[in-house]
């Protein structure tokens, strides 16, 4: 069983930065592909940025440069660096993880508010 628990949202004004952390409860955690997801009022919930279990890494086009996801794996955990945060990334930011071949991400945090005000 995989258990996520994501935290470090907030209210940051534009500019400003925040840090995502996603503890993950499981044996494997060095073998899941991990994500962080957002979704904003009104809006689909989009990926972010992933990491697989090399530690290759993608983005969104419009977070690159400013968003960093990395995971340490002693730690069991995956972060999102937010950097120059802008009022358009308000959203709740939701961790998942999923089995390297599997059709999706089947399991996720309880999400985190991140809040930017102009």
């Known amino acids: 069983q995989v258990q996520l628990v994501d935290s470090g949202g907030g209210l940051v004004q534009a500019g400003g930065s925040l840090r995502l952390s996603c503890a993950v409860s499981t044996r494997t955690f060095s073998i899941l592909d991990m994500g962080w997801f957002r979704r904003a009022p009104e809006k689909q919930r989009e990926l972010v940025a992933s990491?697989?279990?090399?530690?290759?890494?993608n983005y969104l086009d419009s977070v690159k440069g400013r968003f960093t996801i990395s995971r340490d794996n002693a730690k069991n955990t995956v972060y999102l660096q937010m950097n120059s945060l802008e009022p358009e990334d308000t959203a709740v930011y939701y961790c998942?993880?999923?089995?390297?071949?599997?059709?999706?991400?089947?399991?996720w945090g309880q999400g985190t508010q991140v809040t930017v005000s102009s």
């Open positions: 998942a993880a999923k089995f390297r071949g599997a059709p999706g991400y089947g399991y």
């Open positions: 990491i697989i279990s090399s530690g290759s890494t």
